[in-house]
């Protein structure tokens, strides 16, 4: 069964950093992982979208990275922003045609 | 083009209540989930149609909780009676199934509190 985690839970850094979040799955067989950002009271926005046979997605200051073998995604958010503060979930959908296990987010905060 | 549209946006009940959840997915996304989203956990998958057939609703407790999508386009959730645990938010995805990418959109989702 897959299980994904992220971590840290919460990160907190000063606007302008460069900052990685971290997500990490327990079954390599995966067909896709999609990273998403939830803000407070909203629903899941879709951020970008990597499938198995891809290394990596870029989308302006967003870069998501997949090393299947590892069982690991990073999202990079470059020159970060306190209009990027927000839960950011990744999900993975696995070989077998079934439904994207989600993790349980990183709470990022961007202090001005 | 319209996203994924959800109401009501909030609800509270006292529990062994009943409430219902409305949902309509972008249009000719013939994909259409359910999920619960618990406070500080990613969503859960409770139901996920295709057209107006289930495909998996292998963790959707149907003791308490049921959904229909009749015309293979819009869909409601129920729950009655409501317990206590049953405070989330319920959020609503749809997918195309063309897109062999398989890409989710959410609605703004349903918060339901029980008392």
């Known amino acids: 069964k897959q299980e994904v985690t992220q971590i840290p839970a919460a990160l907190s850094v000063p606007e302008g950093e460069n900052l990685v979040l971290n997500c990490s799955f327990t079954d390599s067989a995966i067909y896709n992982l999609q990273w998403f950002r939830q803000d407070p009271g909203k629903g899941l926005t879709s951020l970008l979208l990597i499938q198995s046979s891809q290394r990596e997605q870029t989308s302006g200051r967003l870069n998501a990275s997949l090393d299947k073998s590892s069982g690991r995604s990073t999202l990079y958010i470059a020159a970060s922003q306190p209009g990027d503060s927000a839960t950011y979930l990744c999900a993975v959908r696995g070989n077998y045609g079934q439904n994207f296990v989600f993790g349980p987010g990183t709470r990022l905060s961007v202090l001005p | 083009e319209a996203g994924v549209a959800q109401s009501p946006r909030y609800k509270i009940i006292e529990k062994r209540q009943s409430v219902a959840f409305w949902c309509n997915p972008i249009s000719g996304h013939a994909t259409l989930y359910w999920y619960q989203q618990i406070l500080g956990q990613g969503p859960k998958l409770l139901i996920q149609f295709q057209n107006n057939g289930v495909v998996d609703d292998s963790q959707l407790p149907k003791d308490r909780f049921s959904a229909e999508r009749l015309k293979g386009v819009d869909s409601t959730l129920k729950i009655q009676p409501a317990k206590l645990e049953d405070s989330a938010v319920y959020l609503c995805?749809?997918?195309?199934?063309?897109?062999?990418?398989?890409?989710?959109?959410f609605g703004e989702g349903s918060r339901l509190t029980v008392l």
């Open positions: 995805a749809s997918s195309s199934p063309s897109d062999l990418q398989g890409e989710l959109f």
